[in-house]
């Protein structure tokens, strides 16, 4: 079946860019997408991109994408220390009329002062 | 931006009995709502899509007597999680599919069953 994986972990220093990294199985994935989740909190949507797109920028967030290695990246400029939380990166194919996302493992960023 | 609600955000109960979880879209209609269930440090399972006016859709080993999901309107789904055990304790988080495409995520139910 579909699988997204991403790295566990990634430490920063305040005011480094943060840059995490994502990987898909399905070569059909038509939207893919980055999640924060702040402890205990639920999921907000940061960005998500179309898989016709190699790159989204909005503020400080800049996504790639490479489709031909199902390769997704997300890019914080100036990382800060409220950007600490857990990356999730999705993806999903809306060919038919379902529209279940696929989640990776999540990263967590941690951003040292 | 479109804003999915959730309630309760935090229950306790007693093993055996019921818990209901609403979750409802405040500026939008959304025929399809999906819920999930996230255990601690791992990432979100889809349970079930939900579909107003419909029976629910369930993802292979979710039991659906047990997690009876109501789509009552266009802007309701809820989640009955019934005569639950201590392993049903878990942050449950269910999402709206608006125009686009996208889901909006309510702010997540902690359950802790006793």
């Known amino acids: 079946g579909e699988d997204v994986e991403q790295s566990l972990f990634l430490s920063v220093r305040e005011g480094d860019s943060s840059v995490i990294n994502c990987t898909y199985t399905d070569s059909s994935s038509t939207y893919l997408y980055w999640y924060k989740q702040e402890p205990g909190a639920g999921l907000q949507l940061l960005t998500y991109i179309f898989s016709n797109m190699d790159m989204k920028q909005d503020q400080r967030l800049t996504v790639l994408l490479n489709k031909k290695d199902k390769h997704l990246s997300l890019r914080i400029a100036d990382t800060q220390t409220g950007d600490s939380a857990i990356y999730f990166c999705a993806e999903s194919n809306y060919g038919g009329s379902q529209g279940n996302l696929i989640f990776g493992k999540g990263t967590k960023l941690s951003v040292k002062p | ?114």
Request: overall charge neutral; charged content about 15%; some cysteine.
């Open chain 2, 1 to 114: 931006g479109a804003v999915v609600s959730q309630h309760p955000s935090r229950v306790i109960c007693k093993s055996g009995t019921s818990v209901k979880i609403e979750c409802r879209s405040l500026d939008f209609q959304a025929t399809t709502m999906f819920w999930y269930r996230q255990f601690p440090k791992q990432s979100l399972m889809l349970m079930a899509t939900s579909n107003e006016g419909s029976k629910a859709t369930y993802e292979q080993g979710v039991e659906k007597d047990k997690f009876l999901i109501n789509h009552a309107s266009l802007t309701l789904s809820t989640l009955t999680v019934t005569s639950a055990h201590p392993e049903d304790s878990s942050f449950y988080i269910c999402s709206a599919l608006a125009i686009q495409e996208t889901q909006y995520f309510g702010p997540g139910t902690r359950l802790l069953v006793l």
